[in-house]
Each structure stands twice: as structure tokens, then as C-alpha cells.
């Protein structure tokens, strides 16, 4: 082994390199290292070169084509001393080979995440490390974290490291990457943090063994217990404890061997090295070699005070026989050896369900076996009442969806719009009917919904020439655009001010009916109490005004309430509001949105919000109509609360553009060349001249 | 993963391909003129099953035969004998072999070394695990060099074979036993023993080994492996062929034999414990699985799928149980896994037994969510566990209320 330290393996400062990282793993894992501690200097991949992986918050990763590129274009003080490998199991000898030989001495480590490497490969890539001077963790490692530099290679800790590693003593060596997680959050409950989480990973040659890591353990300043979570296979615990017996320094271990329960069975266990090949290699014989070696019998949790008789100062360890023991055993060790707390124990290990409905079967089990449901803990509770409890909307999962669509599909003959074919709906639909289905994934259940809905569409063609958007439509004529640019122009001078006030109302109205009992948007003897609604929306946003104005910033206005044009009068309409208003009522159709507008623009003029009543713009009647198909979708969990949100503004863009291609095609027949440019002579500088 | 070939398949096509002296032999089925022939020739011969039991499994089933009736019954018997549980592919009978030394010798990847190393024992012929240690001689090999002839020697000589013209012999024997060991992708092979005549004759008379799956030249061995009568079981295979069919995301199971929990299991490890705890509180799981690795929601989905096909019926309880994930996508596993349930129940009706979930990792309580909706969708009972709680306690938990749910469901089915 080539480190001296564990710090040798990983520490602050550490520049780390990885293959393969456009990968679907490789790109997610490191994008969270690098929001963790930024140590990712670059990344290579055959074909990707030139690309880079952006990373929210964190310093984008550049991406090579081939490790040798990669050095030569670094200065030398960004060169890489770690390498994380990511490639394919028949490309890992290549890569490694491929950094080993090129990496100009600054290359310390690698680590080889990747599964399924073949035994032939593992040995020459140990070969290799032995002639390069370079360490090799692997193959199949998950990586290691330093927890008081903060950093990590790999996925330790997953996308939350700081919520399980915190800073402490206890170094965690495992053959199962995810046991390495596990075991730092139990080691919570028992006060201690973790110096260094390390995952040797479990295939049938482990290169980095234990009798090389457990010395640096032993070695460590940080370090003042080590944790094992050891599987059969290999005999690299009794060359370990060998090792450790020549040195001189010594602190305990605590140690969970699993796997005993497959030696009476033919089986293979989850990792591809966790199998009895030999004398010593089996789970029981390393039981009993860690039993003599401590010279304490395997921890009995009902029993404790005995441990602390039977261990000297200065014990070597403890076995436990279930996972849930190192809490309780940790704690013994810790008392026996004198060693302090890293901090206040968090709660202890319990069953503690987060949910809980057994239904009929609750009444025949006996009571142990209903549980009562425990708090939830942080930062998990916040999110089980935005995802679990929340009373509308459906939580979907996400996938990689480059090659894949709920919403359509094409089997070669048939295209398919949710299922439902485009030549079908062609001959029985309408196209507003369809667009509802594309966007909805289901058939609207009335037919007046998407009356409505072609009414909300018309309404939003257009308000005359000198809207943005249509000036947007005008502007790429004069410049002699094409069609689509023209139509790209209208879309692009649409945004949250102008046609994207209806996200905001539907989040407005989402807000204010998801604690009500509503249903059937469209029945009023079902309505809540619509007037205590507006009363309290009102004296909430007189409150939140009050409190900007003293506080000298910008309030958050109504959305969709009033309009530029429509605002002269002491109780103001906007014509296309009024236009869908009417044909509802006409139709006697009830629409409790469209009602709570109406009431709020009354409302806020009434409780002194407002001086006068303003018009509920045509966005409000074009948000109602859509929020009013949506809504029995998001209580039925059929889609989400954000496709609820984003509809509105939607519509306005399907319609909008529409009005924008209109625009477009009259000035482009009538207008003269660029005559939408403003005259130099009619710009005003408002800045001060410098030369 | 390892898979494992018998004697036979070296008889036939290794020992000639890699130049490694046999003994001659004939398969069942087989002309009774041509065993009378082949006795006749050889005096006496060994009629052997040719099936993969593990260790000395076989060795009671081998008998010695020089009489031609006497040996046509025995390919017979010995063909439809069930050895360790393993049903043989067919019989075959080898000649008789002299010997005045029996060596053993093994080529295997060594955990010690962490690179292939030969072991050399001139007390062969017999259970290698009865020799002692210090009857053994153990090297290590330069996986890129391999063994030459030298070093084999000086192993012999160190076993207890001087030099001399039989020891020269079995070491050109050995580095072909190399040749083969490295050229095929073998991860173990064992030929136990070499019988050896003073007047020179070298010949292997017995064989077992294994090949690494993941190496690249197993692929291309340049004959189809032979396929032995199995007693894994349609779920099994099923999941087999599967796993073997992408690396993205473990499809691991090993049937357990129970009849109860319904495990789907996550992470290599948190898998062991939890099988270990189910089985230490009487859970009776069906199989031990491990579908960690982050599986794409395809591959989650019909890995499902095949569990709840098969065994999903006869279960009292669903475990889906893990650790505190590093890198999979609890979301996306849970929305696959739903997804599966609800098809399952959509095409074969409602099958109301409890749900114990204990999971950590991304994308938790998104998956927690969607598991939720859907168990309330089909009337499933359920208790679900964070992180907070330790997977042995969950595990010790499931297997306590499997055991009540059976009870009420009158008994264990």
C-alpha cells in the first residue's frame, strides 16, 4: 500500500478525475460531489470531448476525450490525484492502464466503481498498481468519504452526505458500500460521528485489503474505533488481524459479520466475492477469529453490564450478532476504552414506522405487532407533508426520458397521443379537445370544458398591435424573418409580466382551495364558503402589504386583478372576461374559480384593499377555465400540482401565438423594410458622455 | 458469478484442445460393442456421472467396472442416479488408469495474493480438504506472465516430486493446465488427481472447474457449454437469465425454499442481514434477492414483474427492505415496483396481504408517496419505515407478523 495514512487516500485538496463521467451514474454522483466538497477537476469520456457537466451551484466539470487529453490540457497544479473509474467492466483494464501511463506522477489513487470486472482483470490491475506506486480501491468500491475535510470519491453518503456522515471518530470499513451509510447513521445514536467512511467493495479479490486499511485506522489520529461490516470470502480479516497484532498501537473494533445462515445452503449472496472458498473464509470462522482475538464473547445486548466487567481499558472489541446491537455495543466499547461522545446521542434505535394502515388485519394481531407511528424525523418530515400529506396533486417519479414519453407514441403505423390514436381522434375530435388530452392525458369529461377552453384561446389571439408579443410578431417581419422565427418572436416577448400572470393565479387558487373539501368545481351547492375565502385571502394580503410598505419593498400584487387598459372606471370589466362569464351563465354553467375572482375583486375594494373594484382580467377567466378542468384531476392524484400550474400560461402561449402569426403576415404583406426600427434621432442617452 | 463445467467437457474438448493427456472414455449412450472393445483394450474402467455436485459429491455414485454387462447397467444407473440433489446429464466411463503417484494440483485466483496461484499436493487422489496444509504447496503467479515450466517444477520439488524425468513432465502438464486456466477465462481449476507411472506416463483423471462470467474469453469459449438437468426452479431461471441480461441494476435471487415473506431486498449487504434476521425469527422467505445497483425503472419493473408472477400468490407478506442507499433512485424503484403490483392485481384480482417497507436513500419520501397511493389503491395493508429504523429490527418485525398473517391465513401454506 502505498498511502501512510488514511488521509493518504483521501484529504482536502485532493484533485479528483473521473471516467466515464457522462454516464448516467457517473454524471449524477459526480454532480453531488461536487456540490458536497467541488473536488472534481475534470472528467473524461471517449466522444463527449468539449462537453461539460453544469452543476447547480457548484464550478462546472469539463469533460475530455481521453485521459491523455485531459493531463496534457490541465496545468499541472489541476492535474489529478485521484481517479474515480466508471467504465464499463470490459473498458476498466484499458482506462486504468490508460491513466496509469499517462498521469505524469500525480496520480495516488483510483478507484474502481465499476461491477462485474472479471478476476482476470482485477489481478493485473493489481499488478499494475504495484508497478505505477499507485493505490487501487476496488473493484466495485462505492468510494470513501473524509467527513472532517469534508470530502469524498464516489457515491459515500448519497445525495445527502452531510445528513449521515457528521464529524467524529468512528472509521467505518465495509465490504458493502451501502453498510458503510448505514452503519454512520446508526453510530448517531450512540454519540459518535465518523473520521473516515471507506467501502472496499466485495468482489472476489479485494485490492485494497483489510490488512492494509486497518493499520492506517489503527494509525489515525482522528480515529478512535473502527467499525467493520465484514462478509465471507477471502481471508482478509484474519491477514488484517495479523497485521495489526505485529503493531504496536491498537484501538477497538467493533465488528458485524454477516452470512453465517448460507453455509448449510447452496447460495450465492448479493456480492460477487461473498462466497466460501477456503479454509477460514466462511462467516463462522471469522466469527470465531474475531471472538478470540477480543477475547470477549459475542455481544449480548440483554446482558450488558457484563461487557464492561470483562473488557479491560483498553479492549480490542466487540462482535455483534444483529446490526441493531452496534449502538448498544459501540457504547460499552466506548465506556471500557474511555472514549468521549463526539456528540449528544441522537434517539435510539427503535422501530419507528413513518406510516401505518393495517386496516381489518390491525383488530386479529396482537398489539405488538400495530405499531404506533413515530415522528417523522428531520429533514424527511417537511418532505412527507409536501409529498405524502399534501391533499391534491399526484407524485410521479422521474426517470431518464430521453428515449421515452407518456404522452405519445408511434409504433411505426399508429401515432398515438396517450394512448389513443391521432387518426382516431382526427375524425371524432376536436383540436382543442386533443390539445386538452396532450396536456391533461386524459379525454376533458364534458363537452363545455373545451368550449370554454376555445373561447380562452380566442381570447388570448390578441389585444391589438402594440401588445409585446405582437410587436414581437411585427419586429422579426420588419427584420425579414421566416414564419417560425416570427412566431419564436411572439413566444419570446411572452414571459412571467406579460401572459404569465396565470402560473401565478393558479397557484394562487391552488393555495387557497387545497385545504377546502372541493370536488366538483362546476357544482355551487357544493362550494365552500366562498365570502370567508376572500375575507381571509383579503386580511392576509393587507397584512403582507403592511408589512412591505413599512419595510420600504415591493408588495406581491393580486395576479390577474386589473388590467392596463380597463382601468378607468369605479367598478371595472375586461370585455373577454365578461364574454366567458356570460356564455357561462347563459348555459347556466358554474364555475367556483371564476365565482371566487368575482367575489375578490368586490372584496378587496370592500375590506379597503383596493380603492376600486378592478377588473378580473381575461387571464383570471382563462386560468378559472383550466383550473376548473384540472382540479377533479389533481384531487383524483391524475396529475401533478405543477402541470396544473403550468396551463394557463400555456394556453395563453398556444393562443398568443396563434394572434402573433397573424400579425406577422399582415406586416410582412403590407409593411415596408425594416420599418420598425426607431430613428436614431428619437433614442434618448440617458448616461453622460465619456470621451 | 462463476459458471461451473464437470469432467466430461474437458474429456471432450479442453484436455484435446489444450494437449493435457486423458485417459480414453466412452459416453452414454453408448454401443455395447464398443464398451466390450474399450475393456477389452483397457482391462477395467470408472463409470462416472457426469454432473456438477459440488466437492466429493460424486464419489459415491463412481464405480470400477471390467465386466462389459456389468458396465452397460452401471452407465445406465449411474446416468439416472441423483447426486447431492443434481440430476446427472448422462454417464461416462474412463479407463482405468495405473499410477504410482497421485498429484493434485489447482490453478486458482487467490485472495491472499490478490493473483492466480498454483497449488501442488503429491498426496492426490483423495479429498483435498483432508490433506493437511503442510502437505500442500501454495504459489503465486504473475497473472500477466502466467506459470512456465520452471516454476512448476520447483513447486513439485517443494511437494515432494524431485527432479527428474516425471517431474518435467507433470510441470509441461501443468503450464498446459495454465494455458487452459488463462485462455478460457477460468476463475478455478482442479485436476485431482494426475496419475503418474514411474515409467512416465502422465494422464489427468479428474477434473473440475469454474469460469468467471465476466471475463470477456468466456464469451467466446468457441463451444456451447452443455446443459445439465437443473433443479432451480422456473422463478429462478427465469430471474437468472434476466440478471445476466444488463448490468445496470442487480436481478440477483437464490431460492430459499420458504413460503411465506416475499422479499425484495436491496444492496448486497443489507440483503445478507436481512435474510439472516428473517431467517433467525422464523420468517420463511422465499428467496433471497438483491435488487440494489440503481436500477432504471424498466429494469426495476420487470424484475418485479417476475417475482410477483411467480411467487406473489403464495406469499402472506411482501418485505421490500433495504439500507440507507448511496445512489438508488428510491423513487424510481418504488414507482416500478407499484407499477408491477398494480398490473398484477389488475389481471388476477385482489390479494390483500400486508406490506413491510424499510428503505433510506434519494428520493425517499417521493417513493414512499407513490408505494402509499398505490397499497391504498389495491386495499393493501401496510407499515412503512424510514432510515430511522435499523433493517434488522424491520426485518424482525416482518417476520414476526408473517408469522401471525399465516396463522390466520390458517397455517403456513
Redesign the interface.
Known amino acids: 500500500m502505498i498511502a501512510r495514512s488514511l488521509s493518504g487516500l483521501l484529504k482536502k485538496g485532493d484533485r479528483v478525475a473521473v471516467s466515464n463521467i457522462t454516464g ?2 457517473a454524471s ?2 459526480s454532480t453531488i460531489s461536487q456540490q458536497y466538497c467541488g473536488n472534481i477537476v475534470a472528467g473524461w469520456a471517449l466522444g463527449k470531448a468539449g462537453s461539460r457537466i453544469e452543476v447547480a451551484g457548484g464550478k462546472s466539470i469539463p469533460v475530455y476525450g481521453q485521459f491523455d487529453e485531459m493531463i496534457t490540457q490541465l496545468p499541472e497544479k489541476r492535474r489529478p490525484t485521484k481517479v474515480i473509474v466508471y467504465s ?3 473498458a476498466v483494464y484499458g482506462d486504468v492502464k490508460e491513466a496509469l501511463e499517462n498521469h505524469r506522477g500525480s496520480v495516488r489513487t483510483v478507484f474502481v466503481i465499476t ?10 490491475l ?2 499494475l498498481a504495484d508497478t505505477e506506486g499507485v493505490d487501487i480501491l476496488g473493484c466495485n468500491t ?1 468510494g470513501v468519504i473524509n467527513v472532517h475535510d469534508k470530502v469524498r470519491v464516489g ?6 452526505p452531510s445528513e ?1 456522515f457528521r464529524k467524529g471518530s468512528a472509521c467505518v470499513i ?9 452503519i454512520a ?2 453510530l448517531q445514536s450512540a454519540g459518535l460521528g465518523v473520521s473516515y467512511g471507506i467501502s472496499t467493495g ?1 468482489d ?4 485494497t ?1 483489510l490488512k492494509d486499511l486497518l493499520p492506517l485506522a489503527m494509525r489515525d489520529k482522528r480515529t478512535s474505533m473502527v467499525v467493520l ?1 465484514v ?1 465471507p ?4 480479516e484474519a ?1 488484517a488481524i495479523e497485521a495489526i497484532q505485529k503493531a504496536r498501537t491498537t484501538k477497538p473494533i467493533l465488528v458485524y459479520v ?5 453455509e448449510s ?10 462466497v466460501v ?1 477456503g ?1 477460514g ?1 466462511s462467516a463462522s470462522a471469522k466469527k470465531a477469529l474475531f471472538d478470540e482475538y477480543f477475547e470477549v464473547p459475542v455481544f449480548d445486548a440483554d446482558d450488558r453490564r457484563k461487557y464492561s466487567k470483562r473488557m479491560s481499558s483498553h479492549p480490542r472489541g466487540l462482535r455483534v450478532n ?3 446491537d452496534l449502538v448498544p455495543a459501540a457504547t460499552a466499547l466506548m465506556a471500557a476504552a474511555k472514549i468521549k461522545r463526539d456528540f449528544a446521542p441522537l ?1 435510539p ?11 381489518a ?2 383488530e ?3 398489539r405488538d ?1 400495530v ?1 404506533y407511528v ?1 415522528d ?2 428531520k429533514p ?1 418530515g417537511k ?2 407533508k ?3 400529506t399534501s391533499s391534491i396533486g399526484r ?6 426520458m430521453r428515449d421515452a414519453s407518456h404522452a405519445s407514441s408511434n409504433d411505426g403505423a399508429t401515432p398515438r397521443v396517450y394512448g389513443r390514436s391521432l387518426t382516431g381522434l382526427m375524425k371524432t375530435s376536436s383540436f382543442v379537445e386533443t390539445v386538452l388530452l396532450y396536456w391533461l392525458g386524459q379525454p376533458v369529461k364534458h363537452a363545455f370544458e373545451a368550449r370554454l377552453f376555445d373561447m380562452s384561446l380566442m381570447a388570448a389571439l390578441t389585444n391589438g398591435p402594440g401588445t409585446i408579443s405582437a410587436q414581437g410578431a411585427k419586429l422579426s417581419a420588419s427584420a425579414g424573418n421566416a414564419p417560425n422565427t416570427a412566431m419564436m418572436a411572439t413566444l419570446g416577448s411572452i414571459g412571467t409580466v406579460h401572459g404569465g400572470n396565470g402560473a401565478k393565479a393558479a397557484r394562487m387558487l391552488i393555495k387557497v382551495f387545497r385545504d377546502t373539501d372541493l370536488v366538483d368545481p362546476y357544482d355551487s351547492s357544493a362550494a365552500p364558503d366562498l365570502d370567508a375565502l376572500v375575507s381571509e385571502f383579503v386580511k392576509q394580503f393587507k397584512e403582507r402589504k403592511k408589512i412591505a410598505k413599512e419595510a420600504g419593498v415591493a408588495y406581491e400584487k393580486v395576479p390577474c386583478l386589473g388590467h392596463p387598459v380597463f382601468n378607468t372606471e369605479a367598478v371595472n370589466y375586461d370585455p373577454r372576461e365578461r364574454v366567458i362569464d356570460e356564455v357561462m351563465r347563459e348555459e347556466k354553467l358554474y364555475n367556483v374559480f371564476l365565482d371566487f375572482y368575482h367575489r375578490l375583486a368586490r372584496g378587496m375594494m370592500e375590506q379597503h384593499a383596493t380603492s376600486k373594484v378592478h377588473a378580473v382580467n381575461v387571464d383570471a377567466a382563462l386560468t378559472c377555465v383550466l383550473m376548473g378542468i384540472a382540479w377533479p384531476l389533481l384531487v383524483d ?1 391524475k396529475i401533478t400540482v405543477e402541470r396544473a400550474i403550468d396551463l394557463p400560461f400555456l394556453a395563453f402561449a398556444l393562443g398568443r401565438v396563434a394572434g402573433g402569426a397573424g400579425e406577422y403576415l399582415d406586416h410582412r404583406d403590407s409593411g415596408t423594410a425594416m420599418d420598425m426600427r426607431v430613428p436614431v434621432n428619437e433614442c434618448r442617452f440617458l448616461g453622460r458622455d465619456q470621451d | ?1 462463476s459458471a461451473q463445467i464437470g469432467e466430461l467437457i474437458f474429456l471432450e474438448v479442453l484436455a484435446a484442445r489444450f494437449k493435457i493427456p486423458t485417459p480414453d472414455f466412452v459416453v452414454e449412450p453408448v454401443r455395447q460393442s464398443d464398451v466390450k472393445q474399450k475393456l477389452a483394450a483397457w482391462g477395467s474402467g470408472i463409470v462416472k456421472p457426469d454432473v456438477l455436485a ?1 466437492k466429493r459429491g460424486k464419489a459415491g455414485v463412481v464405480r470400477e467396472v471390467s465386466d462389459c454387462h456389468k458396465a452397460m447397467t452401471l452407465l445406465k444407473k449411474v446416468a439416472a442416479k441423483v447426486v447431492s440433489g443434481q440430476q446427472p446429464r448422462t454417464a461416462y466411463m474412463v479407463q482405468t488408469v495405473p499410477a504410482d503417484v497421485e498429484v493434485f494440483s489447482a490453478i486458482t ?1 487467490n ?2 495474493y ?3 496461484s498454483l497449488t501442488v499436493s503429491t498426496k492426490g487422489g483423495v479429498d483435498i ?1 483432508s490433506v493437511s ?1 503442510a502437505d500442500k504447496v501454495t504459489v503465486p503467479l ?3 506472465r502466467g506459470l512456465n515450466a520452471y516454476q512448476a517444477s520447483q513447486a513439485l520439488v517443494k511437494a515432494g516430486l524431485p527432479e527428474g524425468k516425471l517431474n518435467s513432465k507433470l510441470a509441461l502438464c501443468l503450464v498446459k493446465q495454465w494455458d487452459m486456466f ?1 485462455a478460457t ?1 477460468m ?1 478455478s481449476c482442479e485436476i485431482n488427481p494426475w496419475r503418474v507411472t514411474r515409467a512416465g506416463s502422465v494422464c489427468a483423471c479428474d477434473f473440475k472447474g469454474t469460469f ?1 462470467q ?3 474469453k468466456f464469451k467466446d469459449l468457441g463451444f456451447e457449454l452443455p446443459e445439465y438437468p437443473t433443479s432451480v426452479d422456473a422463478f429462478e431461471e427465469e430471474m437468472n437469465a434476466w440478471a445476466a441480461a444488463s ?2 441494476g ?1 436481478a ?1 435471487v ?3 425454499g420458504g413460503n411465506t415473506i416475499l422479499p425484495m ?9 436481512a ?3 428473517l ?2 425469527a422464523g420468517g420463511d422467505p422465499m428467496f ?1 434477492s ?1 435488487f ?3 436500477p ?2 424498466e429494469r426495476m419493473k420487470k424484475t418485479a414483474e417476475i417475482c410477483l408472477r411467480h411467487k406473489f400468490a403464495d406469499a402472506s407478506l411482501l418485505l421490500i427492505l ?6 438508488t ?1 428510491i ?2 424503484t ?3 415496483i407499484a407499477d408491477a403490483l398494480q398490473e398484477w392485481v389488475d389481471e388476477h384480482g385482489p390479494h390483500p396481504i ?1 406490506v413491510v417497507i424499510g428503505r ?11 408505494m ?2 398505490t ?2 389503491n389495491l ?1 393493501m ?14 426485518a424482525a ?1 416482518a417476520a ?2 408473517a408469522k ?2 399465516a396463522k ?1 391465513n390458517g397455517g403456513a401454506k
Open positions: 448516467r451514474e449524477k454522483v464499463p467492466p470490459d461491477e462485474n470486472v472479471s478476476i482476470e482483470v482485477t489481478s493485473k493489481r499488478r462505492l457515491a459515500v453518503g448519497g445525495d445527502s449521515t465495509s465490504n458493502s458500500g451501502n453498510m458503510v451509510n448505514t447513521s446508526y466485495k472476489v479479490n479485494i485490492l485489503p461490516y462478509e470470502g477471502g481471508v482478509y491477514e454477516a452470512g453465517e445462515f448460507a445452503m447452496n447460495i450465492s449472496l448479493g456480492h460477487a466475492g461473498a472458498d479454509v473464509s444483529a446490526l441493531h434517539r434505535l427503535a422501530l419507528r414506522p413513518w406510516f401505518v394502515e393495517l386496516g388485519l390491525a386479529v394481531l396482537p405487532l405499531p413515530a417523522i424525523p424527511y418532505l412527507v409536501h409529498y405524502v407524485v410521479t417519479s422521474r426517470q431518464p392524484k | 458469478m459440488g485466483y485472495s491472499r490478490l493473483a492466480p480438504e496444509e504473475n497473472v500477466f488463462s477465462g476463475q468467471d465476466n471475463n470477456i448490468h445496470q442487480q440477483h437464490a431460492d430459499l431486498l436491496f444492496g448486497g449487504g443489507a440483503s445478507t442481514i435474510i439472516e434476521t431467517a433467525q433471497l438483491d440494489g445497483g440503481n432504471p425503472y433495504g439500507g440507507k442507499a448511496n445512489n433512485q423513487d424510481i418504488f414507482a416500478a400486508p433510506g436513500g434519494p428520493g425517499l419520501v417521493q417513493g414512499f408517496a407513490v402509499k397511493k397499497l391504498e386495499g395493508p401496510y407499515v412503512f419505515f424510514g432510515p430511522d429504523t435499523p433493517i434488522t429490527l424491520v418485525y414476526r407478523l401471525q398473517c390466520a
